[in-house]
Antibody, heavy 127, light 107 residues
């Protein structure tokens, strides 16, 4: 079964850095874009950005961000371990949310629906 | 950027009722529209893609229609297990924006 497995819940203080992960399995990892989606408790889904680890670009990845999250987070990956990351350099209380990774339905398509979702990583930022 | 507006934000209907949720794009997006179901405390799941194509494994009481700017998700006969929040998402080009969600409850 195709799977995305995310890292565990995190509790951090404002100003701290954080990197959470999402590992794909049982499919050709470099053929599919993987996105990140934020869900603040009690609120809706927000598309943050998407990354492709099969790119011929220097560094081997291609990343697109939502204007709302550009400069606020960094999306990256390591194709040797089929993993993508979402990271913050300085967390704020407003970053408290559930973060989902999700895979595009079709191979090599960045503009696509998400048919495979990770289980979510809860990030809590509190003094 | 294109905005996605869903209506209503919530609804309550009886088991067996026909339920319709609307999603409107601020600009045309052809048929690049997906619908997701998120049950309470669970991960979102893809229900419909390409505006009207049912994702494998989804019950046939779910259907989608529309093109351009106006889209609908219909549940032909509401069941207790359909209690969830439903989100539309455009995917014609980044950013792949979600609508605000429609919470469906049983009356």
């Amino acid at each position: 079964e195709v799977q995305l497995v995310q890292s565990g819940a995190e509790v951090k203080k404002p100003g701290e850095s954080l990197k959470i992960s999402c590992q794909g399995s049982r499919y050709s990892f470099t053929n599919y874009w993987i996105g990140w989606v934020r869900q603040v408790p009690g609120k809706g889904l927000e598309w943050m950005g998407i990354v492709w680890m099969g790119s011929s670009y220097p560094g081997g990845s291609d990343t697109r961000y939502s204007p709302s999250f550009q400069g606020q987070v960094t999306i990256s990956g390591d194709k040797s371990i089929s993993t993508v990351y979402l990271q913050w350099s300085s967390l704020k209380a407003s970053d408290t949310a559930m973060y989902y990774c999700a895979r595009a339905k079709y191979s090599t398509s960045s503009d696509d629906a998400f048919n495979i979702w990770g289980q979510g990583t809860m990030v809590t930022v509190s003094p | 950027d294109i905005q996605m507006t869903q209506s209503p934000s919530s609804l309550s209907a009886s088991v067996g009722d026909r339920v319709t949720i609307t999603c409107r794009a601020s600009q045309g997006i052809s048929n690049y529209l997906a619908w997701y179901q998120q049950k309470p405390g669970k991960v979102p799941e893809l229900v419909i893609y390409a505006a009207s194509t049912l994702q494998s494994g989804v019950p046939s009481r779910f259907s989608g229609s529309g093109s351009g700017t106006d889209f609908t998700l219909t549940i032909s006969s509401l069941q207790p297990e359909d209690v969830a929040t439903y989100y539309c998402q455009k995917y014609d080009s980044v950013p792949l924006t979600f609508g605000g969600g429609t919470k469906v409850e049983i009356k």
